[in-house]
């Protein structure tokens, strides 16, 4: 049985994506890191990327609960994972053809990214199932901390080039585990959040208990901001938060804001206060549209390789109808051709 409010959280983060991807790839003229509508789509980008790897990772805990529920079976979990690994790994490498890095693009075709990192989620997920729910926030806030014990081999000196592109298969391993885009650590953190919040579904009193836990540390690196001198938040550079590498601040309070999203939708979806029913056709083809989105992405950002930069107005009018476009197709999909999909293809080859 389908949860609404998590389909409905699935296109939150969806949508998230397709935004920030649109507006890195066709940014407007006369946007500088400090204007504010910068800020505001680097806001929806650090949520976007938290949001679609903890979903994915309540989806996977909540099959991989299901499926081995009696034993670690070898032969269960090979068959399991195996084409999950198989097939968001091949996503992967279409999604950096795609958007390559030579045709306007931002991706080597051997980049690791949010996909490679579920695929490993997806390896793990069978072990997650097995602890109890207790035992989850250590292990969540073990993989938050990986940025204080790795250090500088995080990769915070690394450029966007050097970090997307890879000599050899162990500096391959390197991008992939520790100093990627999305490396293993910290990002795996995100993955167990999601086999949190399945968890403790009916537990309200440790979800708040969890979320003020976030809270102080949000302060506290706004605190740390002041006495320091140091920026609050950037996508990479010198700050408190950075999403390129992922710091130990950021894991932690995007955690809480995902929190926060997952109680308001789920409130929602008790009281029935607003109707976001709509959403839920997007949230059910979170992988389909997120290849899709870049095979569009990729046309476009080889055609402004030659073009001016947009206005603003003009940005702004591509960013989000690029964004919101996905809400209808998706709803036009599950009326007619539901069975087409990526999500299809996974599920039947894993069952």
């Known amino acids: 049985m389908r949860l609404g409010y998590i389909d409905q959280m699935k296109a ?3 949508l998230f994506m397709v935004e920030v991807h649109t507006a890195a790839i066709l940014p407007p003229e006369g946007i500088t890191v400090g204007h504010p509508a910068a800020f505001v789509a680097a806001a929806f980008g650090g949520m976007a990327a938290p949001l679609f790897v903890t979903v994915s990772g309540w989806g996977m805990h909540r099959g991989a609960k299901k499926r081995f529920a009696d034993s670690l079976n070898s032969s269960a979990w090979i068959n399991w994972v195996l084409p999950r690994v198989a097939i968001l790994t091949a996503c992967q490498f279409l999604v950096n053809f795609l958007l390559a890095i030579d045709r306007g693009g931002r991706f080597e075709w051997h980049t690791p990214g949010v996909l490679t990192l579920i695929a ?7 072990l997650i199932s097995r602890f109890t729910s207790k035992q989850l926030i250590p292990i969540f806030s073990l993989l938050a901390l990986t940025p204080l014990l790795l250090g500088e081999y995080n990769g915070s000196e690394l450029s966007w080039a050097s ?16 100093n990627g885009t999305y490396p293993v650590f910290p990002w795996l953190a995100f993955s167990t959040l999601g086999a949190i919040i399945a968890e ?11 979320m003020a836990i976030g809270g102080i540390i949000f ?17 990479e550079g010198d700050a408190i938060l950075t999403f390129f590498p992922a710091t130990t601040f950021f894991i932690f309070i995007t955690a809480m804001f995902v929190l926060i999203a997952n109680e308001l939708l789920l409130r ?15 949230g059910r083809l979170t992988l389909t549209i997120y290849v899709l989105h870049f095979a569009i992405l990729g046309i476009a950002a080889e055609y402004m390789m030659d073009q001016p930069l947009l206005s603003v107005p003009e940005a702004f009018i591509v960013t989000f109808a690029h964004t919101l476009i996905w809400i209808p197709v998706a709803n036009l999909h599950q009326r007619y051709c539901p069975k087409v999909s990526l999500e299809e293809l996974l599920r039947r080859v894993s069952n």
Do not use: C, Y
């Open 12 to 14: 939150v983060a969806i």
């Open 268 to 282: 929602n979806s008790k009281n029935g206060l607003i109707d976001l029913s709509v959403l839920e056709a997007s």
């Open 219 to 235: 302060l506290i690196s706004i605190g740390l901001s002041f006495t320091s001198g140091k920026v609050w938040a950037l996508t």
């Open 120 to 126: 490993i989620a997806a390896v793990f997920a069978p």
């Open 200 to 210: 403790f579904e009916n537990d309200f009193e440790t979800r708040k208990n969890i």
């Open 163 to 178: 970090r997307v592109d890879s000599a050899g298969i162990g500096e391959w391993g390197h991008r992939l585990l520790v």
